[in-house]
């Protein structure tokens, strides 16, 4: 069920003009941690939900002079200069606050570039508003590792998440395929 709780965590950020992404820090590329292959990350800036032992603190805040704010074309170009790359996932900081920025980049990986696209989000996927730009760039994963950070919950072993709540969930257009 949508709550007017969730709806606050993933209200787009208010200070990202159109055309812009908010970033935390520089395009990874081969990352063998964030899902299947080798992968390119986008970490993006702004997140509130705050979990306690949050590995990424200094993502949290939204200040238009943290970070970077990088045109989306630029972010396309220098994917598109990536090789061996099999997809992409979306990290943070929340993705969710950006929903209409990653959508484009999400987009541009599925259809130009033949990627998979993953994203973690610290909402849980039932709570999130089944409409708008967050929605649909829901519809564009391939898979969603859903919820927050739980301090005691934590588990080093399970595959790209820190905490035993966390669900990775396959996805086609919004529906769940399967659940790791
Ligand atoms: S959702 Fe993720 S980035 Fe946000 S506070 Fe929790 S662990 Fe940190």
Known sequence: MQTTHTNKLCTPQSDVPDGYIHLSGDLERDSIVNG???????????????????????TWAEDADLGAMVKIEKVKEELAKLKGQSGITFCGGEPLLQAKACLEIAKFCKEEL?????SFTGLI?????????????VC???????????????DL????????NQRILHLNHGEIVSIE
């Open 36 to 58: 299947p292959g080798l992968r390119a990350v986008i970490w993006t800036q702004g997140c509130r939900q705050h979990c306690p032992g949050c590995q990424n603190p200094e």
């Open 114 to 118: 033949g990627w998979n696209v993953w």
């Open 125 to 137: 996927f039932e709570q999130l508003p089944r409409e708008g730009a967050v929605w649909d760039f």
């Open 140 to 154: 564009e994963l391939d898979a969603l590792i859903d919820g927050p950070f739980i301090m005691q919950q934590r």
């Open 157 to 164: 072993t399970m595959k790209f998440r820190g905490s035993r």
